[in-house]
Structures are given as C-alpha cells and as structure tokens.
C-alpha cells in the first residue's frame, strides 16, 4: 500500500488542479460591446414599437476599434424605391454618460445619441434631441 501512496497523492494533485476553476473573464468594455456590426430591430415610440419596413430593415451601423463608423441607412423614396444612403466618419464614446456622439466625413455636422442600454446583442440608441428610441442587433 506504501507503494501506491505516492502515486494516489499526485493523482489527486493532478485532479484538484485540473477541477479549478478558471479566472472569469473580464467583463467587456462599453467601447468593446460596440465595435461591430449592427441592424435596425425596431423603433420605440411612447414606449410602442412602430412598424418597419423591409427595407429599412437593411439599415446598420459598422462601428470599427480605431473609432470609425459606417452608416449604410435604407428608406422609401416618394415611389416606394428602396434607396440606400451611405455615412462614413468618426464616432466618440463616452463611456461614463453613456453618450455616442458621430462626425461625418463629408462635412462637420454632429449627431448624438444616449445609449440606453447595450449588451452583447442589443443596442438601443435614443437621439438626443429626441423621445424615441431605435433598437439594433448585433449580426
């Protein structure tokens, strides 16, 4: 039995280490969340969904991690023609008021949303200056 001692005990070694449990992982950042691609779900008016369209249903953010964006936004023109309108720029994130505010590259005009929530799906984007709220998804 003397002889098996030693061999018992490291296999039991080998087994309390191995059932360890592993660091969890960082939880990601705001910024971290953001970068990728997103799809228009829905837009909430008074707290009720409205009705989108097919295609504005194409409409998504690109977010990149050296902060640029691509807006690639979809609508129906005055003959239900589906036209697509491209915005590129640079986008800030303050992480701490929640506040996404994006330049253009074309001119210097701002838009600024509040983000009031985001997890690793979903993303929900209120215009500042406005009482309705657009929720993307993550693709």
């Given at each position: 039995?003397?002889?098996?001692?030693?061999?018992?005990?490291?296999?039991?070694?080998?087994?309390?280490?191995?059932?360890?449990?592993?660091?969890?992982?960082?939880?990601?950042?705001?910024?971290?969340?953001?970068?990728?691609?997103?799809?228009?779900?829905?837009?909430?008016?008074?707290?009720?969904?409205?009705?989108?369209?097919?295609?504005?249903?194409?409409?998504?953010?690109?977010?990149?991690?050296?902060?640029?964006?691509?807006?690639?936004?979809?609508?129906?023109?005055?003959?239900?023609?589906?036209?697509?309108?491209?915005v590129t720029g640079t986008y800030i994130l303050d992480e701490?008021?929640?506040?996404?505010?994006?330049?253009?590259?074309?001119?210097?005009?701002?838009?600024?949303?509040?983000?009031?929530?985001?997890?690793?799906?979903?993303?929900?984007?209120?215009?500042?200056?406005?009482?309705?709220?657009?929720?993307?998804?993550?693709?």
């Amino acid at each position: 039995m003397k002889k098996y001692l030693p061999a018992v005990l490291t296999l039991c070694l080998l087994i309390g280490q191995a059932c360890q449990k592993d660091d969890p992982a960082p939880e990601p950042t705001m910024f971290e969340r953001l970068t990728g691609e997103w799809h228009i779900h829905e837009k909430i008016v008074d707290g009720t969904s409205e009705a989108i369209t097919d295609c504005v249903k194409n409409t998504s953010f690109v977010f990149d991690a050296e902060r640029n964006f691509i807006l690639n936004n979809y609508a129906l023109s005055a003959t239900d023609e589906c036209l697509l309108s491209q915005v590129t720029g640079t986008y800030i994130l303050d992480e701490e008021t929640k506040v996404l505010i994006f330049q253009s590259s074309d001119d210097d005009e701002l838009a600024s949303f509040n983000i009031t929530s985001i997890t690793a799906n979903q993303l929900k984007l209120q215009p500042t200056e406005s009482d309705y709220v657009l929720v993307f998804n993550k693709n």
